[in-house]
């Protein structure tokens, strides 16, 4: 089946521990991204891959890291998380680029940090 | 930035009705796409609207872009209560390929 997963999908954390959240897809697409949800604030997105070892700043970059090693894999690693960086996490995928593709999103990472 | 901006915020109708959304941008776009957010959940792909399209359709929703206006909206025909849901737009302005959302429109559909 065709999709992206995230782990965890709950994660509840204290200030400074370092994380990271995972996010892969079986569809060989080359683009990925990182959106958070805020209430009110609808979706921003946080860091995209346009390919292997090609990684660019969103809208909301700061305290948040990517990497992208191999095409499957996108992780979204928080040096230091803190309490303002609780949220809804999105990755997504599409095979190319966003202008003519559907994007698909994986099931949502809630992350709470104390 | 806030690209697009759903209009209204918040829509209750009954089942069998039809559920209007609208959506204005600012910039010239490439494409814009609908997406659809059940409660906690991913979002997941309506449809696309290329610039030089005026109206799509795909099952029961419809689709139309005005570009002169910068606006397009989304047609829901009798609505179900499982199209209870947030409702996102999503522009394509063509810079680094980057895709913004509006902050999304509740649609809830009473039985």
């Known amino acids: 089946e065709a999709q992206v997963t995230q782990n965890p999908r709950y994660l509840i954390t204290v200030t400074g521990k370092k994380l990271t959240v995972t996010c892969s897809q079986n569809?060989?697409?080359?683009?990925m991204s990182w959106y958070r949800q805020d209430p009110g604030l609808g979706l921003r997105q946080i860091y995209y891959?346009?390919?292997?070892?090609?990684?660019d700043k969103g809208d909301v970059p700061e305290g948040y890291k990517v990497s992208r090693k191999e095409k499957r894999n996108f992780p979204l690693i928080l040096e230091s998380p803190s309490p303002n960086q609780t949220s809804l996490y999105f990755c997504?995928?599409?095979?190319?680029?966003?202008?003519?593709?559907?994007?698909?999103f994986g099931p949502g990472t809630r992350l709470t940090v104390l | 930035s806030q690209q697009g901006e759903e209009d209204p915020q918040a829509l209750s109708i009954q089942e069998g009705e039809n559920a209007t959304m609208n959506c204005s941008y600012k910039?010239?776009?490439?494409?814009l796409q609908w997406y659809r957010q059940n409660s906690g959940r991913g979002l997941v792909h309506l449809i696309l609207?290329?610039?030089?399209?005026r109206e799509k359709h795909s099952g029961r929703l419809r689709v139309t872009l005005d570009t002169s206006k910068k606006s397009s909206s989304l047609l829901i025909t009798a609505s179900r209560a499982a199209d209870t849901a947030s409702y996102f737009c999503?522009?394509?302005?063509?810079?680094?390929?980057?895709?913004?959302f509006g902050k999304g429109i509740t649609l809830s559909v009473r039985p």
């Open positions: 910039t010239s776009i490439n494409n």
């Open positions: 999503a522009t394509d302005a063509g810079a680094n390929s980057k895709l913004t």
């Open positions: 569809m060989n697409h080359e683009y």
């Open positions: 891959s346009m390919n292997v070892e090609v990684t």
């Open positions: 997504a995928s599409s095979f190319w680029s966003t202008s003519t593709d559907t994007q698909y």
């Open positions: 609207i290329r610039s030089n399209e």
